[in-house]
């Protein structure tokens, strides 16, 4: 593994694991088993190697939104909780338990502390909102969405369930099971009968 791969990956679980506030940079390069001249050669700053730890997670979220086969707008839907399910599984596999959102872990921490941080989060967030919102206007124009429900309102809703669904199992030591469940559950709620 490449130096600037093994930094990310090391602060990726160490953000994760503990927090972005008490991971300083030597923790980092302990745990990469890297000097701080390499470091700083990839990253100007903490708060860069965070956005590349991000990018990282943000990546293989659209790698698995992506792999999703063209089933239908419904199934579309349903691949989001598959593919929050697969990630959050693997953490609770390698972790023991649920230990949060990359990125509502981040924006939570730093939402009031680092603006540069908090956009690049948000553009993430802003990213999957749209992309949800594509995949209910498509589900709307297919004549799946349920009368009344507005594509973009559901969306939004989807994207909050996700965060706070896998909150509430970081908090009260829940299972990746337990956000798939309350996800599809969303999701048919908002679907005509028999879709």
Aim: glycine share 10%.
């Amino acid at each position: 593994m490449q130096t600037r791969d093994r930094i990310v990956r090391s602060a990726a679980k160490l953000f994760l694991t503990r927090s972005y506030e008490s991971v300083g940079v030597t923790d980092l390069c302990d745990v990469a088993d890297v000097r701080k001249g390499s470091f700083y050669h990839f990253f100007p700053s903490k708060a860069d190697v965070a956005k590349a730890v991000v990018d990282l997670h943000a990546g293989e979220l659209e790698r698995l939104l992506a792999e999703d086969g063209d089933d239908g707008p419904a199934a579309r839907l349903f691949a989001v909780a598959d593919a929050v399910t697969v990630i959050q599984t693997g953490f609770e596999r390698r972790f023991g338990r649920i230990v949060g959102c990359p990125f509502g872990n981040l924006a939570a921490e730093l939402s009031t502390t680092d603006d540069g941080l908090r956009e690049h989060v948000a553009g993430v967030f802003a990213r999957w909102e749209a992309w949800l919102a594509r995949a209910c206007r498509d589900a709307a124009a297919h004549g799946v969405l349920r009368d009344g429900v507005e594509p973009d309102r559901l969306a939004h809703m989807i994207l909050a369930q996700i965060q706070g669904l896998i909150l509430l199992a970081k908090v009260s030591g829940g299972q990746a099971a337990d956000i798939s469940t309350g996800l599809r559950a969303l999701i048919a709620a908002n679907l005509k009968e028999g879709t």
